[in-house]
């Protein structure tokens, strides 16, 4: 597999530093922005709000709960600062939080019904984050060094793929539970159990 590294940096000026560290410290605010518009027009509202509070409800929902996932993996909050998080979400993707916010960014411009956006909106987001996680990478080889470099080498940046080596016990352990909520979610959706007539 050929070696991913984080992007190195250029001979940064201070105004480029500091536009920088804006969009570092502004990062969410910023890539929400395309809901200022979503919530300000109805210029090709889509008219199924059946369609677009249930799509847009499920992907607030797997936003939040992929979050969450990995909040609980991660070892910045915690007492244990300098070992690298790699297990849970984490063992799929090497930004798990962002894909997470991607998803609740998208469920909340699905819910204003204006669908047409949805393609500027992850372009956007994207924008942002990776100008983001490009600084934070370059943050994370400083302080983690090889145990990173191989953590780039190993993990994708976005997207989740599936988990590999001794990850993939604790990946099935911390999937369970969700996937037993799902489960009953489809028992219940599909009238399994005769329980909700």
């Given at each position: 597999m050929p070696?991913?590294?984080a992007p190195t940096s250029s001979v940064e000026t201070p105004a480029m530093k500091?536009?920088?560290e804006f969009v570092f410290a502004y990062r969410n605010y910023l890539a929400a922005l395309p809901?200022?518009?979503?919530?300000l027009t109805t210029t090709g509202e889509v008219q199924d709000p059946g369609l677009t509070w249930s799509l847009a409800l499920a992907m607030v929902f797997l936003g939040a709960n992929i979050?969450?996932?990995a909040n609980r993996h991660c070892n910045y909050r915690s007492r244990e600062k300098n070992i690298l998080a790699r297990t849970g979400p984490y063992a799929m993707s090497r930004?798990?939080?962002y894909v997470g916010t991607i998803c609740i960014i998208l469920g909340v411009n699905?819910?204003?019904g204006i669908l047409w956006m949805l393609p500027v909106t992850l372009i956007w987001v994207f924008a942002i984050f990776n100008v983001v996680v490009a600084r934070e990478e370059r943050k994370m080889l400083k302080n983690y060094g090889d145990d990173y470099q191989a953590f780039l080498d190993s993990t994708p940046r976005w997207f989740p793929g599936p988990p590999s080596g001794e990850h993939v016990s604790g990946f099935l352990r911390d999937l369970s539970a969700p996937l037993a909520v799902l489960a009953l979610f489809l028992v219940k959706e599909y009238r399994l159990l005769d329980l909700w007539s």
């Open positions: 070696s991913r590294t500091a536009l920088l809901l200022v518009y979503v919530f979050r969450a996932w930004n798990p939080l699905i819910a204003s």
